[in-house]
Structure formats: C-alpha cells, structure tokens
C-alpha cells in the first residue's frame, strides 16, 4: 500500500501561472484534505472533503480550487499563482471526519 | 473562529531532560490529537484523547487532555536525539462534526547530545 501520494514533489511557478497538485490515497478513506505549511505558521487548512461528492472551505481558501475527482483523488488548483502562496502542500485523508490523518509526503511550491 | 495556541514555539534541551509543550484551544474541543513532523518529513499520527481529564501513556511520552477539554498537553521523560522535530496538537474547528482539523503552530525540539 502506498498510502497518500502527492505529486508533484518540487514545483517552480512564474505569477499568474496555473497548476494543479494532484493527491491520491489507497486506504479507502473518505475523508481528504489539503494543508498549507509555511514557517511559525503551522499547518493551515485550505479545503477538504468530508466524503466523496462534497467540498468545504478550510481556513485559508483564498486562491484555490479543489476537485474531488472519486473516493481515492482530490486535487488542488492554482489558477493564478502568487508569491503568497510559495509553501509547502500537504494533502491527508482520514477514514472519517476528525480521525487521524495520514499525510502524503508534500509538495513543495515556490512562485516566483 | 476557533484558535489553537502551542507553546513554546521553540525548545532546546540537553539530551536526558524532559520537555513539555502545551496546547490551548479557545473553544471546547470534543477530541484533540498530536502529530510529529521530523525535519524535512510529514506529519506523523502520535495519538487521540477524547475524554475530560484524560492521560495516555507512549514509552517516553505521557499525554494530558484538560478537564474542560480547552487544552492538553504532550511531556517527554529523558529526551532522546530521536525526539527531534516539531510537535503539532489538532482539533475539530467549527461546532459539531464538521471535519475541519485545525492545527497549533507547532513546537520546535532540539536535542543536544
């Protein structure tokens, strides 16, 4: 089993380009999530999935799409990137809604 | 909205002192869990309190969820340089089961061997 897996892992952006990150889980979960972490910041989430078919805001959604594509993909698009959002990306999932979170191994994003 | 407070943001210990990091919540929390992240990796699942007042127990590390369920904390007897990276505590953000898992900024261990 793979677990969560994140790709890509390095990405360099010009401003204004567009990307998406691409997260998939193997664990049959039916909960996914991405997270931002920049430093002294912890990790902040940008939007998750509580099951398959629905999506919500996290606490920094500003500048982000996300897709839950089925039960094991949930991808997040930048349509216009910005330097503010230089960080590093981390999706999750969980069996369920406030259980533990598995993440994958992170993407990290740099905008120039 | 809902805030999650660690501190220290940073600890440096000799290695065999203990270390102590708290976590404060400014709403009610129906459970709280901790991760580790070593330097360079990802957040790694430590462990889940869900009752008032509770304590778990893993080897070195000894976990406290407050009565009021507002705050925990995570204690390390005899620090080892396997100890080192950041320590995140977590909790449902929002009221009821609405997924949200709100992180506290982290703290930071250092070892010195």
């Known amino acids: 089993n793979a677990g969560v897996t994140q790709t890509p892992k390095f990405q360099v952006l010009k401003t204004g380009q567009s990307m998406t990150l691409q997260c998939a889980q193997d664990?049959?979960?039916?909960?996914m999530y991405w997270y931002r972490q920049d430093p002294g910041m912890g990790l902040r989430l940008i939007y998750y999935s509580a099951s398959e078919g629905t999506t919500d805001k996290g606490e920094v959604p500003n500048g982000y799409n996300v897709s839950r594509l089925n039960k094991r993909e949930f991808s997040l698009r930048l349509e216009s990137a910005a330097p503010s959002q230089t960080s590093v990306y981390f999706c999750?999932?969980?069996?369920?809604?406030?259980?533990?979170?598995?993440f994958g191994s992170g993407t990290q994003l740099s905008v120039l | 909205g809902q805030q999650v407070m660690q501190i220290p943001q940073y600890q440096h210990v000799q290695e065999g002192e203990d270390f102590t990091t708290y976590c404060n919540s400014s709403?009610?929390?129906?459970?709280i869990q901790w991760y580790k992240q070593r330097p360079g990796g990802h957040p790694v699942f430590l462990i889940q309190l869900v009752k008032s007042g509770e304590v778990k127990k893993q080897k070195r590390l000894t976990f406290q969820f407050g009565e009021a369920k507002k705050n925990s904390s995570l204690h390390i007897t005899a620090t080892q340089t396997t100890d080192v990276g950041t320590y995140f505590c977590a909790g449902p953000g929002g009221s009821g089961n609405t997924g949200k898992l709100i992180f506290g900024q982290g703290t930071t261990l250092q070892v010195k061997p």
């Open positions: 999750a999932s969980s069996y369920r809604t406030n259980e533990k979170l598995f």
């Open positions: 709403t009610t929390l129906s459970n």
């Open positions: 664990m049959n979960h039916n909960s």
